[in-house]
T-cell receptor, first 114, second 108 residues
Framework: DADVTQTPRNRITKTGKRIMLECSQT?????MYWYRQDPGLGLRLIYY???????NKGEISDGYSVSRQAQAKFSLSLESAIPNQTALYFC?????????????FGEGSRLTVL | TQLLEQSPQFLSIQEGENLTVYCNSS?????LQWYRQEPGEGPVLLVT?????EVKKLKRLTFQFGDARKDSSLHITAAQPGDTGLYLC????????FGTGTRLKVLA
């Protein structure tokens, strides 16, 4: 099984619908991240969390919310999806300690908003 | 906010050729990571460079960190089709910012 698991892997939805993307990890890491990937724009940070009680906004948090239900679980919600939120979403984790840590990514969740 | 610019954006070469891709920053890097992403997968770390002037080698891949820690390069010698992918640089202490990526295609 993958160390970082994302569900669903693919989702097609309609404008205005609420969507939740889930991420779970077995690496025992404290830090978890949600990124969005669009062609030509690389990966952009949406939210990050350093522990269950710590949630921080990233570069592009508008229109998104997150929940850290447990050390191993970090979910991303789109309360009312819009077409420009169509993208590939990645969850990542990293260990604590000095900041040259490696990011471990899930396989991604492809979201299409019609 | 630190910006990471990568060049070229796209690169298509024949097997056996050499290539270099670049990552430049608007400010000094704390450290710099290079990742490779293959289709349908998440990025995977290749290397981390920390010290200005540092050079690291990973088989046919050579990573260099600029003396002023504001730029980095990735050189691939004798590229192979298996090197095809999206190469991303990233920097940060606790919050990692990524570059726009270089999409490499190596033709057999």
């Amino acid at each position: 099984d993958a160390d970082v698991t994302q569900t669903p892997r693919n989702r097609i939805t309609k404008t205005g619908k609420r969507i939740m993307l889930e991420c779970s990890q077995t690496k025992g890491h404290d830090r978890m991240y949600w990124y969005r990937q669009d062609p030509g724009l690389g990966l952009r940070l949406i939210y990050y969390s350093f522990d269950v009680k710590d949630i921080n906004k990233g570069e592009i948090s508008d229109g998104y919310s997150v929940s850290r239900q447990a050390q191993a679980k970090f979910s991303l919600s789109l309360e009312s999806a819009i077409p420009n939120q169509t993208a590939l979403y990645f969850c990542a984790t990293s260990g604590s300690g000095r900041g040259t840590g490696e990011l471990f990514f899930g396989e991604g969740s492809r979201l299409t908003v019609l | 906010t630190q910006l990471l610019e990568q060049s070229p954006q796209f690169l298509s070469i024949q097997e056996g050729e050499n290539l270099t891709v670049y990552c430049n920053s608007s400010s000094v890097f704390s450290s710099l990571q290079w990742y490779r992403q293959e289709p349908g997968e998440g990025p995977v770390l290749l290397v981390t460079v920390v010290t200005g002037g540092e050079v690291k080698k990973l088989k046919r891949l050579t990573f260099q960190f600029g003396d002023a820690r504001k730029d980095s390069s990735l050189h691939i010698t004798a590229a192979q089709p298996g090197d095809t992918g999206l190469y991303l640089c990233a920097s940060g202490t606790y919050k990692y910012i990524f570059g726009t990526g270089t999409r490499l295609k190596v033709l057999a």
